[in-house]
Every structure is written in structure tokens, then in C-alpha cells.
């Protein structure tokens, strides 16, 4: 297979409406939809490109053929949006502002960037990661 990217990302959460007003007053996404008491669609990217946050309430497509135990088939994740340099400082300080904890700057030499991280209120890891060129 050779993959053209990341088509959605969907993150179970307790509370879709208070969800998404995170990920677009807190994150900075753009809504794709309007939420719903089960739904909110997120662009993870620039609008109309196919790359999209879902934050959902309830079961998936399949969920009853994971081989794992109900109540253990979703958890908290990690995932990291790709911010630019002279935008970094002002994405972070957004979050700030919402009284939500920043971790960092880590300074990673090894694939030169640098990345702050916070949760959402699900206990998902974000991270801004920023290129230093």
C-alpha cells in the first residue's frame, strides 16, 4: 500500500458539544459540521482537504468484533498537529489562555523540532510540533 496521508482520526469522548467547543476555541480547528449531541467533524488541515478529526458518542462500525473486552476497546491517544514556526507562540498561548496546562517546549534535535503538549478533556495527548525549518 502506499498511503496518500491520514483520512480521519476519530476519538471516542463523553461529551460531544463540550468536545468540540474544545477543539475549535481551545485546538483552533475548523468544524466540518455542526455538532451534535453524537458527532462534530473537525478539518484537521486546510478545509477541503480530506484529512478530518471526528469526535464521536457511542459505538463504532465494527466495535463488536474487536477482540478486546467491552470497556477496553478505546482509549486515550496521542496525535500531533503540524503548526508553523511563527505560528507556534500564538497557538500555545491560545491554549494557555483557556486555562488548560502546556508541557514544554521539547526540543527534539533528532528530527529538529519542537513540540508543546496538553490534554483535552477526554485525557487525549496533543501535540503542537513545529519544524525549525
Not at 31 to 59: M, V, Y
Amino acid at each position: 500500500m502506499t498511503s496518500r496521508g491520514l483520512a480521519e482520526l476519530v476519538l471516542i469522548v463523553e461529551d460531544v458539544p463540550a468536545a468540540a467547543r474544545f477543539y475549535e476555541d481551545v485546538v483552533g480547528l475548523m468544524p466540518e459540521t455542526e455538532a451534535s449531541d453524537e458527532w462534530a467533524w473537525f478539518w484537521a488541515g486546510k478545509p477541503g482537504i480530506h484529512q478530518r478529526i471526528a469526535l464521536h458518542r457511542g459505538s463504532l462500525l465494527f466495535e463488536d468484533q474487536s477482540p478486546l473486552p467491552r470497556g477496553e476497546r478505546w482509549g486515550q491517544v496521542h496525535f500531533a498537529f503540524e503548526v508553523a514556526r511563527d505560528d507556534l507562540d500564538g497557538e500555545v498561548e491560545r491554549v494557555r489562555r483557556a486555562g488548560v496546562d502546556v508541557y514544554g517546549p521539547v526540543d527534539f534535535e533528532w528530527m529538529s523540532a519542537l513540540a508543546y503538549y496538553f490534554y483535552d478533556p477526554d485525557g487525549n495527548l496533543l501535540e503542537f510540533w513545529s519544524p525549525n525549518t
